[in-house]
């Protein structure tokens, strides 16, 4: 494996461990670290690429015109703008998702690992010193 890679899965492990902890104690947050790399190793990451059908909203013509008239001033001739009334729909279109199909698991692991031993630790499970 290249340096490049390890310095690239290192990035993401470092990614993915602090988007886990975002107001977790500082205790908490060593113990997830220490718990991560069992996690990844029990659960690697495993991108798996699917076809999803999600909704978009798109505006459609009902066949209706509002028009508004208005005058500048006297003197002036009288402007009338039309627009055509539309409705919102939503259409289903498919779209090729990627996602890590051992995320859930992994993640799942980390914070009960995260938990036992914060309450090993400290008596609770979010590592707070009392």
């Known amino acids: 494996m290249s340096c ?3 310095m690239f899965k290192r990035f993401i492990l470092i990614v993915l461990v602090a988007s886990l902890t975002g107001c977790a104690t500082e ?3 060593v113990a997830e670290s220490e718990c ?3 996690g990844f190793s029990q659960y690697p990451v495993n991108n798996v690429s699917q076809v ?4 978009i909203a798109v505006q459609v013509p ?3 015109t509002v028009c508004n008239s208005m ?3 006297y003197g002036y001739p009288v402007q009338t703008v039309c ?3 539309t409705r919102t729909e939503y259409r289903p279109y498919q779209q090729n998702v990627v996602s890590d199909a051992n995320a859930a698991n992994r993640n799942s692991y980390i914070r009960n690992c995260a938990q036992m031993l914060c309450y090993q630790r400290f008596g609770n499970h979010q590592c707070e010193s009392n």
């Open 4 to 6: 490049g890679v390890c």
């Open 27 to 29: 205790g908490y947050r």
């Open 36 to 38: 991560s790399y069992k």
């Open 52 to 55: 999803v059908t999600q909704n």
């Open 62 to 64: 009902t066949g209706q």
């Open 71 to 73: 005058s500048m001033g």
């Open 83 to 85: 627009n055509q009334v």
